[in-house]
Structures are given as C-alpha cells and as structure tokens.
C-alpha cells in the first residue's frame, strides 16, 4: 500500500514539474509568484555625462518603475547635466530627463526621478547622458529599473 502511495506522489510530482509546479521537500506546490526584475547601476565620481546604458531590453510588452537619484557636494555647474531614462511603447519613443541646470549651491544637494511607463518587446530601456563637463564637483548617479 505504501508503494501505491509513494507512486501517486512521485506521478503527481513530474505532472507539476512539467506543468511548472515544483516537489520541495515533499510539499507539491503549483503556484509560483512572478518575481519582478531589478536591475541597478551606479555612476560613482562622475565630473560630466554618464555613459549611454541599456538596462534592459524587454522580451515581452510590460510595466516599468524607474528612479534616478542623483546626489552632488558642493559647487557649480556652468551649464546642465541630464540623466535621461529612453523606452519605447505602442505609440513611440519618450525621454523622460532628471537634470540640474545652471545651479550653484553651497552645500549638498541631489535630485530624484522616480516614474512608472509601459515599454514593448524588443525595443532597449536605457539611460543616456547629456550635458556639460564643466562641474566644479563631482556627483553620483543610481539608477533601478523595476519590472513591475
């Protein structure tokens, strides 16, 4: 009787192994939860533009959280610095900007970007630089891109 039942379990084991279920330990389990992606960069001493980056390039249509932060000491920027975040949708091509333009503080300071978007298969998430490289400081930049 015993082997009937261990053949029963194993049986329903690989018909959920198959179907996408998974045997731990000899709990069977059919439901996954989706696990959302995160990807991170960081531009650590930057003194102009950061380099252009892809994050990511979707393989199917889905939903997007990025935030940009970027955060500086002291000191004057003569014209702008951009950090732009690039994606496609089903009606084109956006650019969405986190900048500081033509500041001068005399203590710390940073700005956040942070926006949700739809982008579509095939078509790369990245971020892209712009702007000066005459920066009397240096500032940081992080980026996460969230697949919702």
């Not at 992606?37 to 892809?54: C, E, L, R, S, Y």
């Not at 690039?86 to 956040?112: C, K, L, M, N």
Request: glycine residues 8%; hydrophobic residues 40%.
């Amino acid at each position: 009787m015993a082997g009937k039942y261990s053949l029963t379990i194993l049986c329903l084991s690989l018909f959920l192994t198959a179907c996408g279920g998974s045997s731990d330990s000899g709990i069977v389990s059919a439901v996954h939860a989706a696990e959302t992606q995160n990807i991170h960069k960081a531009f650590v001493n930057q003194v102009g533009p950061i380099p252009d980056t892809v994050m990511a390039t979707p393989t199917t249509d889905g939903d997007y959280r990025m935030v940009v932060y970027l955060t500086a000491g002291a000191g004057t920027i003569t014209n702008e610095i951009d950090v732009n975040t690039v994606w496609t949708d089903t009606r084109g091509t956006f650019i969405e900007p986190a900048s500081w333009q033509q500041t001068s503080a005399p203590s710390a300071q940073h700005r956040v970007l942070m926006f949700a978007f739809h982008a579509v298969a095939g078509q790369p998430i990245k971020i892209t630089g712009d702007g000066t490289t005459n920066t009397t400081f240096q500032y940081d930049c992080f980026v996460t891109l969230e697949q919702l």
